[in-house]
Structure formats: C-alpha cells, structure tokens
C-alpha cells in the first residue's frame, strides 16, 4: 500500500480540466482521477448505491478530501484498471487492450461493479484472436469463472488446437486458480472423445475412396499407410480438421528424408489427386461435436469424491492435470 506521503499523480485524462468534477477516485497505486457521478451511476448499480450513500451522508467520519474538496474515494483497482474502465464508461473511444494482465484485471473490476457494458466488451475481447488463439486454456478460466458461457465455448473449441502434454506452460498462468481439476478434466474427456471420432473417420474410409496412383497402380499409393498412422497419433493431440494437413507435410517430409522407405516417383502427385478427399475428411471432422458428455456431472463420481473443486493448490492441480494430458 502506498503510504499518504507518496507522490500522488492526477491522471492525464481524467484531470478535471473542465472544472466541473464531483469526486475523486483515487486508485492503489495514488493516482486521482476526476470524474462525475452521473456516468458512474447510470453504468452500475453498485457505483449508484455507493454514490448515494454519499449523497445522504455528504461528510461521514473519516472521509478524505482533495485541496479543492472534493471527496475522495479510495478504489483497490491500479491506475491502469481504473482508466480503462473510465473510458469503457465515458462517451469516449474505447480503450485499446493489448495485454492479457489487463484485460484479466479490468474482467476483475467489471463484475465487481456490476459494470454491464465494461462486462459486454470484456466478453468480445476474450474472443478477439490475440488473446483466444495463444491462451484459450486462459479465456477459458476467465470463462469459467465469470460464467461466460458464449465466450468458455468458443475458448473449448480452441482448447482442441493445443497441447498442454507437450507444453506444459500452457497450464501456467495466474487465472488458473479459478479453474477446478473438473473443469480441466472435462477438457480432457471432451479431446479423447473427439479425437477417437476423427480417428474413426479417417480409418473408416473405404480404400475404393481413394484414388489409384497413375505411376503404381496402388490405392494410396506409398503415402497412405504411413498418413493414416501419422495422423492418428497427431490427431489424438489434436483432434480438429487442420491436423490432416500438417500430418501430410510430415509423410511428405518422411517419404522424402527416408532413404530405406517403399518410394513411388509419383506419390506428391497422388496426395494432390487426392485432395477432395483430404477436405472431405476434414468437413466430416469439423462437424464433430465440440462438447461431449461428461460423466460426472451431477454424479458422486470420480471427480466428486477426489478431485473436490478447489482442492488442494494450483500445484496440486497442475500435478494431477499434467499427469491426465501425459
Ligand atoms: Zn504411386
């Protein structure tokens, strides 16, 4: 906590320039912002019952004031919070968020206060690709914890895209306290689920399906086997439509670099004859289902009886998660 001897700063944009502020917030880390109670008040109930309250007792005990009296109010959020939350509440441009600490901090503040637009524009951004595409276990925590059911299903179906088993870094970050070991568990029930949908899909094909390679005359040609083996191990990491193409890269790549694997001059030129039916193996997959039932909701199953929501500590959790995804 800041001491009242430390340098107190006057936010630049909220600095009662128009000389008509009525009160002062003052953030954790000693800034001042000015502002006026009706933007406050029209945007959340809980701001409005705290500003009455100081309207029916304009001078209780205790209360501070700045030099030209206005009443200050001593908020727990950081400047940083603060301002952008101003700005999501004033007619002005939105605030840019740029960094997921901030947005994480300013979810904070929006469902303290009840803030329903902050809380709307919250629920866009965790959506925007910068933060979904390289955090989505995280958007999905935030989800989670705030119930933000638009925005904890898109966050599932990007959870699809990575692998925590082989990166276990992405189990590490601060919001992950708000997740239970249910919460990940389900995630896990959910891949495994898929993933041996999509690999059904792809063994299933009649190979009458595919093409027959100009050169050797096979079905397949050389590259099948080794794709079908390939791509049911990848797909089991990831179990979404794209691992079809980087697993073709990796037989090419395979093929190419295996001096003692069967080889057929022709077999790039087959995989691009067999294009169609790559993409309509992924449209087949792609319509999966992106939830799956889980079994112990509502039950006093597994996770009920010992994986109890918020037992034990973030340590405990990333042991037992990064034990379930290895
Ligand atoms: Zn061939």
Known sequence: MDSPESPRHVSRSFNNSENDAELVLQSSDNVYFYVHKWPLAKSSAVFKDMLSIGDRYPHSAGETEDEQGLP??????????????????????????????????????????????????????????????????????????????????AAIRQCYGINPASDPSLLSFPEMEYLSARDLHRLLIYRRARANDAIDIVRSIEVSRIQRCQRCQTYGCIWWPYFVRLVSEQLRERPISRTLSRALNSVISYISNNPNSPTCPNFRNDILRNDKLITNLQTLI???????????????????STLEEGEGGVEQILTTITAMFS
């Not at 690709?129 to 935030?142: E, G, H, K, T």
């Not at 792609?286 to 009920?304: I, R, V």
Request: net charge negative; proline share 6%; aromatic share 12%.
């Open 286 to 304: 792609d319509a999966l289902p992106w939830e799956y039932e889980y079994p112990y909701d509502n039950s006093n199953g597994l996770c009920h």
């Open 72 to 153: 200050i109010v001593e908020m727990t959020e950081t400047s940083a919070t603060l301002k952008a939350l101003l700005r999501f509440i004033y007619p002005c441009p939105n605030p840019t968020i740029s960094r997921f600490e901030h947005l994480s901090s300013i979810t904070d503040a929006a469902f303290k206060y009840d803030i329903a637009t902050v809380l709307k524009a919250v629920r866009m951004l965790l959506q925007e690709s910068q933060f979904m595409d390289s955090q989505p276990l995280r958007v999905y925590a935030i989800a989670k914890r705030y119930d933000f059911r638009d925005v904890e299903k």
